[in-house]
Structures are given as C-alpha cells and as structure tokens.
Nanobody
Framework: QLQLVESGGGLVQPEGSLRLSCAASGGTLDFYAIGWFRQAPGKEREGVSCIMSPDNGNSYYVDSVKGRFTISRDSTKNTVYLQMNSLKPEDTAVYYC??????????????????????WGRGTQVTVSS
C-alpha cells in the first residue's frame, strides 16, 4: 500500500519561499502521476500542480501559481517536491500530495480532479502572512 507523507510547510512572509516534499513508502513514485492540491478554510480542495511519469515529463499548473511554483521529482529519494516562490497570502492552505495510477490517463483535462487520484497524504499547513 502506497503511503505519502508531506513536509516542509510553515509560516512565511509574503514574497517568501517554501519547498514542500512528498515522500513515499510502500511503492515507487515513478509509477504514478503525482499531484499537489490545497484546501483553504471554507473552500474546496484545489489542484495546484501535477507531474507525470519520468518518461512522459509533462507537468501542469493551475493558472494562479504559474511562474511561481515548480514541481519536480527525485527518483533516487522517491520524493516529489513543490518549490513555491513569491508566496502570497492567498496561497495559505493545507497542501496535500496525491498519487494516481498512470494507466488512468491523466492529462490537461483532468489532472486537477481529486477523483482521479488513488492515494493521499495527510497534508502540511502553509501560512503566508506578515
């Protein structure tokens, strides 16, 4: 059973940076598409970014984070990262990583749908405030 653990959240000032990590056990992340989602109080969970398999190489971002966030993999560490720069107060949320079996065919039309993912971590809090 694949298990995901997020880390790297915290309190940061506006325009600051954080790097979130999604570490896996019980399976190899290279076999999955990995998504980052976030959920602010009173709001629905939102897809932030997704990275496909190492062979595919595609990645996707929600418009609000394009140019500020970067998703990446380190296969040697079985970990996926979300580098977040130029953070804004509206980025405040609990951030979750999730894994989807690649055979489901994630692409630009569905990567942001929570229903496409099979495994979820418990989340890490990111707070952007002065």
């Amino acid at each position: 059973q694949l298990q995901l653990v997020e880390s790297g959240g915290g309190l940061v000032q506006p325009e600051g940076s954080l790097r979130l990590s999604c570490a896996a056990s019980g399976g190899t992340l290279d076999f999955y598409a990995i998504g980052w989602f976030r959920q602010a109080p009173g709001k629905e969970r939102e897809g932030v970014s997704c990275i496909m398999s190492p062979d595919n190489g595609n990645s996707y971002y929600v418009d609000s984070v394009k140019g500020r966030f970067t998703i990446s993999r380190d296969s040697t560490k079985n970990t996926v990262y979300l580098q977040m720069n130029s953070l804004k107060p509206e980025d405040t949320a609990v951030y979750y990583c999730a894994a989807a079996v690649l055979s489901l065919g994630l692409d630009s039309s569905n990567w942001y749908l929570t229903t496409e993912y099979d495994y979820w971590g418990r989340g890490t809090q990111v707070t952007v405030s002065s």
